[in-house]
């Protein structure tokens, strides 16, 4: 089975322009997503999936820097654009992550990849948001190449097609699947880059460990520095989406579904 972990980005973002790219520890945001990613054991592979509109092509020389894969695709058809790179790099599941993920964590990565092995045949689907317990900027899912290929085919509604892991995420009796929840809830916690506030927080949490000399902390060692700062959770709080996802934050919907 050969898994390859997608990092869905582009550029455009309006309430943080140029996200990928902001410094966070003196590198692009991006860098720490895709070397965090490059660290897990589990995957065969990363590929950057990007839009082919113009301005995107800086992912591409990115790719191409980390010697990792890119592919050009639809700027609004996520579907689309997510299956023809599992096509392009023969993937039989994709790992989905956003490029705006500063503070995934490899072990995450790893713990989920291996239950999914393991289910071989059982699931076509893994999420670590079925319901949300990891702080936002941790969700990720696990997919495989042929519920890509099905749903390329059959979706024709171009707004399901830009949310197709909500459809998923939504009919567990059509997707068979495995939810990974962290050891308590910290799904109030964002650790994601969509706003100004998020990059302050992630600027602050990054100094602070490469002030340290520690550069491969996990997110038991964020959620622990937080919880001796909470102030610190406090900068971007207000920026908390809870109807963004409505099936990641209806907890006890989701549990009846599962």
């Known amino acids: 089975m050969k898994i390859i972990a997608v990092i869905q980005a582009k550029v455009g973002s309006k309430r943080l322009p140029n996200k990928a ?4 520890a003196g590198v692009p945001s991006i860098d720490h997503v895709i070397d965090r990613v490059l660290r897990s054991k589990e995957i065969d592979g990363v590929a950057i999936a990007t839009s082919s509109a113009e301005g995107n092509e800086i992912f591409e020389s990115k790719a191409q820097e980390k010697n990792i894969g890119c592919f050009r695709g639809s700027e609004s058809d996520i579907l689309e654009r997510l299956y023809l790179t599992a096509k392009k790099f023969g993937a039989d599941v994709i790992l989905r992550i956003t490029g705006d993920s500063p503070f995934v964590d490899p072990h995450v990565i790893d713990q989920l990849v291996s239950e999914y092995r393991k289910r071989s045949g059982e699931i076509v689907f893994a999420s670590t948001c079925l319901p ?3 702080p936002e900027g941790l969700s990720m899912e696990l997919v495989s190449f042929s519920v890509l290929e099905k749903l390329n085919k059959e979706m024709t509604d171009p707004n399901e097609r830009g949310t197709f892991m909500l459809y998923i995420s939504r009919n ?30 992630a600027r602050r949490i ?22 001796k700062n909470p102030g610190w959770v406090e900068i971007n709080q207000h920026r908390a989406d809870r ?12 549990l009846k579904a599962l």
């Open 21 to 24: 790219f902001e410094k966070v």
């Open 132 to 134: 949300m317990t990891f």
């Open 172 to 201: 567990p009796e059509k997707f068979p699947r495995y939810a990974l929840k962290y050891k308590k809830d910290a799904s109030r916690i964002r650790l994601t880059l969509d706003y100004p506030e998020d990059l302050i927080l």
């Open 206 to 227: 990054y100094d602070y460990f490469y002030g340290h000399n520690k550069k491969h902390f996990g997110l038991d060692e964020v959620i622990s520095l937080l919880e």
């Open 243 to 254: 109807s963004k996802y409505p099936f990641v934050y209806d907890k006890e919907a989701e």
